[in-house]
Each structure stands twice: as C-alpha cells, then as structure tokens.
C-alpha cells in the first residue's frame, strides 16, 4: 500500500495524526480499514512505519474529541502522551485521548492494533470514578481478555456484536481503566492555576449530566472558593457556563451519531434530557448556535 494513501486513510478515519515512513520508503507493509461497531468507528490497521505524531496544533484542528481504545494485535508499540511514556505488548490495551498531543512509535517488526474511537465526552460523563488516560492495562488482567475477545470477533463476525450493546461495552471499558485514587489529581489543585483549570475541567467532565453541577460544586471539589474559581476560568476567556454548554452539546451530537449508526430512532427531547438541558427550546438554540442545524436536522443529514 502506498504510503500517501495510508497516511490519507489515517487522517480521513482518526483525525489529524501524522505519519512517518521509513527512510526513503514510499509504501506501507499494511493495511487500514476502518468500520463501525455498535454505533461507534474504528480502525483496523497494521504497519511497518516509524511512527504516527499529533501535535498541539493538530488538536486545535479536530473538532471531534474521543478516547481512542487501543488494543495491541501483533508486533510492539511505544505511546508517549502527557508526561507519561508507555509500551503497549499484544492483548495490552490503552486509552490515548484526542485533546492531548501524543506519539507512537512502532518496533522493527510490523505491528497490528484496533482502534475503537469512544466519544469523550460520554465515556467521561457516565465514569463513577477517574479514567486511568495515558495508561497501559495489560491482557494479565481477565476484564482486558474479556474486551480484547469480544472486540475481536465481533469485529470478525459483525452479527456476533448482537451479545453486547453499546453501553455495556463503554461500561466495560471504564471498569478497565477506573482507579479511586483521586490523590495525584486532588494535589495537582494546590499547585497552580493552569492544574487547578485542568482538575475542574476533568470535574465537569465526570459530572456533565448531573443536577447538582455548579459553580459551588466545583469549588468544594477544588478546595478553592468561587471568586478563585471564576478568575481561573476568565484567564482562560472561558466561563463555568459556557465550558458546560459545550460540553454537554457535544455529548449530544454524539449520542445522536450512535443513535444514526445503529439505525435507531432519534427522540431530541429525550436527547436533551440525558445531557442536561431541562428546557428543549434552549437546547434546540444551543445546538443550532453551535452547529448551524437543529438536533433533528443533525440527525438527519449525518452520513454514516
């Protein structure tokens, strides 16, 4: 395969990532296909290149966020994202977020990994406890043998993905990657305002659809008092508010593209609903603000 058209077929599936070819190297021992499962995309590809790099600019330029599930086929992966450096071993699985500038790099031999594109924000709103991002689990644990197996017969055989809805395999996912350990977060607030900003943001992440999410919420989560909270945020030009209302729309766009995906009816009031919003007229405002088109339209025109 060409190495133009892999790279084409990288960017045009998972977003703006960047490849690199083997010195003088114009083709790719591989392949890249991508497929959807349970109303969700994903990636089925193998290569021989030196690696694939996402920048901070190249997040800027995505407007879908996800939690890429990566699971290890054959061969060796080193992921680097954060401050974290980790090396993914077949059967290990790992989470990359969208929003982070990350790196992979492959070993000599060819490698093969699955990429199941989890929409961020629904994976963080419905998590009871943190998401261990930027971590490798390996297939030792059974729940990783569980994922790993289903993912790939499912993706084998489609019709074998009848055993499992969507929600079950999100669940599952998130039980892979919780920990209760909240200390390394709760510490990062006391040290500056960009951690404290990145800590609070996490909170309303996990806390999207909840009533109880408010300003004095987030302030006794953050140990800090709301006037702190609100200077944090007006560095950043950003309001509580507004960060909300994103978020919580974007969780809606992708409820909606599941819903599309799986061929299912789409109820916008109760779309809302489950994001959140209480009043469907300012949702339906919101929504068309944001994306130039009513939840129904979205929903309508979305090509699958």
Known sequence: MRFDAWE???????????????????????????????????????????????????????????????????????????????????GGVYLLDSTQASSLTFSENKAHVLSLHLPRNLMMAESSSPLMIGRVIPDSVPAVRRVTSYLSG?????????????????????????????????????????SRFRFVVRVIEENLTSESLSIGFLAKRANISKRQLERDFNAYDLSIAQLVRRKRLNLARELLIIKKRKGERARIIDVALLC?????????????????????????????
Not at 164 to 192: C, G, H, P, V, W
Not at 276 to 300: K, L, V
Request: glycine content about 4%.
């Open 8 to 90: 084409y077929a990288l960017k045009s599936t998972c977003g703006h990532f960047h490849a690199q070819p083997n010195r003088g190297s114009k083709s790719v021992a591989g392949h890249f296909a991508k497929s959807t499962l349970l109303g969700i995309e994903y990636a089925d590809f193998a290569c021989d290149i030196v690696s694939i790099n996402r920048t901070k600019i190249d997040v800027l330029r995505d407007d879908w966020q996800h939690l890429y599930l990566l699971v290890q086929i054959s061969g060796q992966s080193c992921l680097e994202q954060g401050d974290s450096r980790d090396i993914l071993n077949p």
């Open 276 to 304: 959140g919003f209480r009043d469907i007229s300012n949702f339906n405002r919101s929504f068309r603000a944001a994306y130039d088109q009513t939840p129904r339209e979205f929903f309508q025109t979305f090509i699958v």
């Open 154 to 194: 499912a993706m084998r055989s489609p019709s074998s993905s009848s055993i499992i809805d969507t929600y079950q395999l999100l669940d599952l996912t998130r039980n892979i990657f919780s920990t209760e350990d909240r200390s390394k977060l709760l510490r990062a607030t006391l040290s500056n305002r960009e």
